[in-house]
């Protein structure tokens, strides 16, 4: 029989072990909490009535007034993909650039800013960039591995530029106003987004090979009625994303308002456009309702595993691991950061969130941590993973759309200067806390 004190360890390893092997990560923690649960009862280590407060935890999920921007976010950026936005956007702000040595690059860079402030959708994102820009960019001459890595990388800045999914569900895992979260992402997620710039710009000058600008007889095709058309693509997004950041930063309205205006927005510039028709509705909606019951599955999933871990003193295990770790805070941060990175290589974001970080926040808590300062910090790291050969979700959603003289190590190498970048912004991060802006 096993000893009391292993239970919690081995559950947490079993948790990690079934979850590799690919098995649904909610009914993996339903089921690992369940099968402890009934091996501590019978051992006397718990009682049944401990269990009676699993139904109070579903009820509380489903009354917080935070996770309900979650839909509304995700509704927002759906709507705006179906709707062609980031088509429009990259046709006319490639036009703009094109002229410019690496230009074609310097408007993934921008578009992708634009998008995950607009949409905060990383597989849309990625995925629109790399089925319109990728084909433009090779066939004007672009290196293959510059080319992918500039739109897998700008395709994952919604991960950290606000309104982004990522930072409504890390805000109500830490326990912090995502109004904060929001406000202190958006320094370095536009600071990323400007080193980017700045990388396309130097492989532009000093390989100018790899980033050539548009023929000149191409531009003058182009140009007529440019900017016309520049000020129609970009008018309605960068409205709809002052609205609604805006709104927040000014403290008008909550997340979960500004995510519901985000939602009319969407519609109003659909229906603008004309764009707005039953079919993109319906499939707007139906993506709405499996992302979110998806993420409500696995709310309850680690409910279960929560209270369970935490019935056999699993939360003090790790609180005593992390807290006397070598290093102090500086030790708790890099076994953290290692952690997140590796785990993004094989487990979503939303996964993570829901099992790792419930048991990290404590430790934070008691080393005097800024939770809003480690939030950012954990949504730079995920984004780096999602980079990562060979499991980054980026990679893979590039992958398959790529046309077929794209190979994977192209892939692979395209996206290696931009995984230093984001290191490089996290170390930033942690050198310079002052960085963000904070609420007052």
Same mark, same amino acid.
């Given at each position: 029989?096993?000893?009391?004190?292993?239970?919690?360890?081995?559950?947490?390893?079993?948790?990690?072990?079934?979850?590799?092997?690919?098995?649904?990560?909610?009914?993996?923690?339903?089921?690992?909490?369940?099968?402890?649960?009934?091996?501590?009862?019978?051992?006397?280590?718990?009682?049944?009535?401990?269990?009676?407060? !699993?139904?109070?935890?579903?009820?509380?999920?489903?009354?917080?007034?935070?996770?309900?921007?979650?839909?509304?976010?995700?509704?927002?950026?759906?709507?705006?993909?179906?709707?062609?936005?980031?088509?429009?956007?990259?046709?006319?702000?490639?036009?703009?650039?094109?002229?410019?040595?690496?230009?074609?690059?310097?408007?993934?860079?921008?578009?992708?800013?634009?998008?995950?402030?607009?949409?905060?959708?990383?597989?849309?994102?990625?995925?629109? !960039?790399?089925?319109?820009?990728?084909?433009?960019?090779?066939?004007?001459?672009?290196?293959?591995?510059?080319?992918?890595?500039?739109?897998?990388?700008?395709?994952?800045?919604?991960?950290?530029?606000?309104?982004?999914?990522?930072?409504?569900?890390?805000?109500?895992?830490?326990?912090?106003?995502?109004?904060?979260?929001?406000?202190?992402?958006?320094?370095?997620?536009?600071?990323?987004?400007?080193?980017?710039?700045?990388?396309?710009?130097?492989?532009?000058?000093?390989?100018?090979?790899?980033?050539?600008?548009?023929?000149?007889?191409?531009?003058?095709?182009?140009?007529?009625?440019?900017?016309?058309?520049?000020?129609?693509?970009?008018?309605?997004?960068?409205?709809?994303?002052?609205?609604?950041?805006?709104?927040?930063?000014?403290?008008?309205?909550?997340?979960?308002?500004?995510?519901?205006?985000?939602?009319?927005?969407?519609?109003?510039?659909?229906?603008?456009?004309?764009?707005?028709?039953?079919?993109?509705?319906?499939?707007?909606?139906?993506?709405?309702?499996?992302?979110?019951?998806?993420?409500?599955?696995?709310?309850?999933?680690?409910?279960?595993?929560?209270?369970?871990?935490?019935?056999?003193?699993?939360?003090?295990?790790?609180?005593?691991?992390?807290?006397?770790?070598?290093?102090?805070?500086?030790?708790?941060?890099?076994?953290?950061?290692?952690?997140?990175?590796?785990?993004?290589?094989?487990?979503?974001?939303?996964?993570?969130?829901?099992?790792?970080?419930?048991?990290?926040?404590?430790?934070?808590?008691?080393?005097?941590?800024?939770?809003?300062?480690?939030?950012?910090?954990?949504?730079?790291?995920?984004?780096?993973?999602?980079?990562?050969?060979?499991?980054?979700?980026?990679?893979?959603?590039?992958?398959?759309?790529?046309?077929?003289?794209?190979?994977?190590?192209?892939?692979?190498?395209?996206?290696?200067?931009?995984?230093?970048?984001?290191?490089?912004?996290?170390?930033?991060?942690?050198?310079?806390?002052?960085?963000?802006?904070?609420?007052?």
């Amino acid at each position: 029989m096993m000893p009391p004190e292993w239970m919690a360890p081995v559950m947490f390893i079993a948790v990690l072990a079934l979850i590799f092997t690919g098995y649904p990560v909610a009914f993996t923690l339903g089921g690992i909490s369940l099968l402890f649960a009934v091996s501590a009862i019978s051992m006397g280590v718990l009682d049944w009535h401990f269990m009676l407060a !699993m139904p109070e935890r579903i009820f509380g999920f489903m009354a917080n007034y935070t996770l309900l921007a979650v839909p509304f976010f995700i509704f927002m950026g759906t709507l705006l993909e179906k709707s062609r936005l980031a088509e429009d956007l990259l046709k006319t702000i490639g036009q703009l650039f094109g002229p410019v040595r690496g230009g074609l690059a310097l408007a993934v860079v921008l578009v992708g800013a634009l998008l995950a402030a607009a949409t905060g959708v990383i597989g849309a994102s990625v995925v629109a !960039m790399g089925m319109i820009s990728l084909p433009i960019m090779l066939r004007y001459g672009y290196a293959k591995p510059l080319a992918a890595g500039v739109i897998a990388a700008s395709g994952t800045l919604g991960q950290i530029i606000p309104p982004s999914i990522v930072l409504v569900v890390l805000g109500d895992q830490l326990g912090v106003s995502v109004g904060d979260l929001f406000l202190g992402a958006l320094v370095p997620g536009l600071g990323l987004a400007g080193l980017y710039a700045l990388y396309v710009l130097a492989v532009a000058w000093w390989r100018r090979d790899q980033a050539p600008a548009l023929p000149r007889d191409e531009h003058l095709t182009v140009s007529r009625g440019l900017w016309g058309r520049i000020l129609k693509a970009l008018a309605p997004p960068l409205a709809l994303i002052l609205v609604v950041l805006g709104s927040i930063f000014f403290g008008v309205a909550t997340a979960t308002e500004a995510g519901a205006i985000g939602a009319v927005g969407a519609m109003a510039l659909a229906a603008m456009n004309r764009r707005l028709t039953l079919a993109n509705l319906r499939d707007t909606m139906d993506s709405t309702l499996r992302l979110t019951a998806m993420i409500m599955t696995l709310l309850i999933g680690s409910a279960a595993f929560a209270l369970v871990f935490r019935g056999l003193n699993g939360d003090l295990w790790i609180e005593h691991l992390l807290t006397n770790l070598p290093g102090g805070v500086i030790g708790f941060l890099l076994l953290a950061n290692l952690l997140i990175f590796v785990l993004g290589f094989f487990i979503d974001f939303f996964e993570i969130a829901f099992i790792i970080l419930p048991l990290l926040v404590p430790a934070a808590r008691l080393l005097g941590i800024d939770l809003v300062w480690f939030g950012v910090m954990i949504g730079i790291n995920l984004q780096t993973s999602f980079l990562t050969p060979p499991f980054g979700f980026a990679l893979f959603y590039l992958r398959g759309v790529a046309p077929p003289g794209v190979k994977t190590s192209d892939i692979y190498r395209g996206v290696l200067p931009f995984i230093v970048i984001q290191l490089i912004m996290l170390g930033i991060l942690l050198a310079f806390p002052d960085i963000m802006i904070r609420a007052r």
